[in-house]
């Protein structure tokens, strides 16, 4: 899909590169559901994006730019990598909490620990179950490396210290649609 950002690390380098009037660089190559080229800059949408940042702070709302394909009229965008597609939380929060779980913490430790809801926990610990023959397959075909993890366990907790679950979903995004 090519719809991550990956150079894009924080939010504080995505509002410069949103806001930074020569900069184009979340502008896709192509459309991703005609592949036309040519796509033009069809303004904003908002995002809660800042977990962090206590209300003065904060960075919200965060805009994303979008880009409209003139034959279909369909419009896109892309995210730092710091945006998790489709998902409230960022990629960082979904790793501690897996990294927990993969390292066998209970779904109730893992909740105390990293006051997510019982709900929130559950959820990213079955979707990655549910997408994991399929992430591991692209994986391994990148970083061969990966083989010699076979239990399943092993490989996520692998990917997680050796890269990052943002690097790997970064990775994973331009062949599959993440999360
Ligand atoms: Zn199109």
Not at 142 to 160: K, T, Y
Request: hydrophobic share 35%; aromatic share 10%.
């Amino acid at each position: 899909m090519h719809r991550i950002l990956s150079i894009v690390t924080t939010l504080e380098q995505h509002l410069i590169a949103v806001t930074c009037a020569d900069s184009d660089i979340y502008r896709p190559l192509a459309c991703p559901y005609c592949g036309m080229g040519g796509l033009w800059r069809h303004g904003c949408y908002y995002r809660k994006a800042d977990r962090c940042g206590m209300n003065s702070k904060s960075l919200n709302p965060v805009p994303v730019p979008r880009y409209l394909c003139p034959p279909c009229e369909r419009t896109c965008s892309r995210l730092p990598l710091c945006i998790a597609p489709r998902r409230w939380f960022d990629w960082a929060m979904q790793q501690v909490v897996l990294a927990l779980l993969l390292a066998g913490c209970s779904i109730h430790h893992c909740c105390r620990c990293t006051c997510r809801a019982r709900s929130t926990v559950r959820r990213w610990r079955d979707w990655l179950q549910s997408r994991s023959e399929e992430f591991c397959f692209y994986l391994r075909s990148r970083f061969p490396e990966l083989g010699r993890h076979a239990d399943r366990d092993a490989f996520w907790r692998h990917v997680i210290e050796g890269r990052s679950l943002a690097q790997a979903m970064a990775w994973l995004d331009r062949e599959l649609v993440v999360p």
